[in-house]
């Protein structure tokens, strides 16, 4: 049988959660790797943990991305196939705060991991990008052929980064690199500091929301089974060498003669934050008290995702609606946090 082992970075955080479930069940061997950080509740990660551990084909290293020698004894003994990298310091708004964790673990950190890459075994890594490095890009929907050379947070340069510093090691040492640029992901074991989050508990306690940009953002929200189908299609899906999309007079940004490929994971249907409150309203039962607030620094009005070269690539094809979805998100908060 074919070697399966694979390495998922952030397995305690909310999209390394579901996909570490999703590899096991689909017969991986996987690794998972978190420092555990305080950033939201880590009782949240340990409860995603609790849920792994018991699988049988699931073992996890508890450590940080940015200790090098720690990366490198755990890929010299794992000797993994796959490295699907989502450990990162994510959140748009905590960059403006804490600028330095975001150099840490999403540069020094993807560094540590590149090098590993480098130095042992990877037939192909997925990394985690965002829909944030379209920054001040207006035009709609947001293409990977667009250029992305104006980010709005620092949060978002770390992004691109990531996708620079894999094109470079791409081609220096031939390994293949897939970023994906995910666009709001929302449901169950969400991450609490993400709006639909706070304006759960909110809205439950009678405690007002803060709306930015009065309710009139978009996000194309995209529901946690649809990423995870996504990246799961994507891992044979090896970025080729001299690939034929690659033409050195007109270049594609989204492609390389060197191994490497960056695509859009998204839903592909905005929806206006208004709407999206009311079918959160909807289905707590429970009205929200909205504070109407102006844009706040590092934000973007509006992110759309064309996803067409995903499409074709693996026949990616979101199927769940924020009513579905939301339904979901709700359905298990209550019974997570024991609240009616
Ligand atoms: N959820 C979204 O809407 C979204 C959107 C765009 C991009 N992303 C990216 O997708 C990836 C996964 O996001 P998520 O929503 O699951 O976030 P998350 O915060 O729930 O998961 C990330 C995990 O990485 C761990 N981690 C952070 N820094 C680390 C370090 N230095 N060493 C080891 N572990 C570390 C954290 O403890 C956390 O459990 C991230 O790279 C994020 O930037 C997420």
């Not at 890459?117 to 890009?137: D, E, F, M, Q």
């Not at 909205?290 to 690539?313: F, K, N």
Request: aromatic share 14%.
């Amino acid at each position: 049988m074919q070697s399966n082992k694979v390495l998922v970075t952030g397995a305690a955080g909310f999209v390394g959660y579901f996909l570490s479930k999703r590899l096991c069940a689909e017969g991986f061997e996987v690794t998972g790797l978190d420092n555990l950080n305080d950033y939201y509740e880590v009782s949240l990660k340990e409860a995603r943990l609790k849920e792994l551990l018991p699988l049988a084909n699931f073992s996890f290293h508890q450590g940080d991305l940015t200790d090098a020698v720690f990366i490198n004894e755990l890929f010299e003994k794992g000797k993994f196939d796959y490295i699907i990298h989502l450990a990162a310091q994510a959140g748009v708004r905590y960059s403006i705060e804490n600028p330095k964790a975001y150099i840490e673990s999403n540069i020094s950190g993807f560094l540590n991991v590149l090098e590993a890459c480098r130095k042992y075994t990877c037939k192909h890594l997925i990394y985690a990008s965002s829909s944030s490095v379209y920054g001040a890009n207006v035009k709609m929907p947001f293409a990977v052929q667009d250029a992305v050379d104006h980010p709005v947070s620092l949060y978002a340069a770390t992004k691109k980064s990531n996708e620079l510093m894999a094109h470079t090691y791409s081609h220096l040492y031939g390994i293949p690199t897939t970023g994906l640029r995910f666009f709001t992901v929302y449901g169950p074991y969400g991450r609490p500091d993400m709006a639909y989050f706070s304006f759960t508990r909110d809205i439950l306690s009678g405690k007002p929301i803060k709306v930015f940009n009065f309710g009139k953002m978009k996000r194309d929200f995209t529901y946690i089974d649809d990423i995870v189908e996504g990246i799961y299609r994507l891992i044979p899906h090896i970025p080729a060498v001299n690939s034929t999309l690659w033409d050195a007079n007109t270049p594609d940004p989204s492609a390389s003669f060197a191994p490497y490929r960056v695509f859009n994971i998204g839903n592909n249907e905005p929806v206006e934050l208004n709407r999206f409150i009311e079918v959160l309203e909807e289905h707590l039962g429970k009205k929200a008290k909205r504070e109407l607030l102006p844009m706040q620094d590092g934000d973007v009005v509006a992110t759309y995702a064309d996803i067409s070269p995903l499409q074709r690539e693996v026949g990616f094809k979101p199927s769940t609606s924020i009513e579905k979805g939301l339904a979901e998100f709700v359905k298990w908060y209550r019974s997570y946090y024991k609240v009616k």
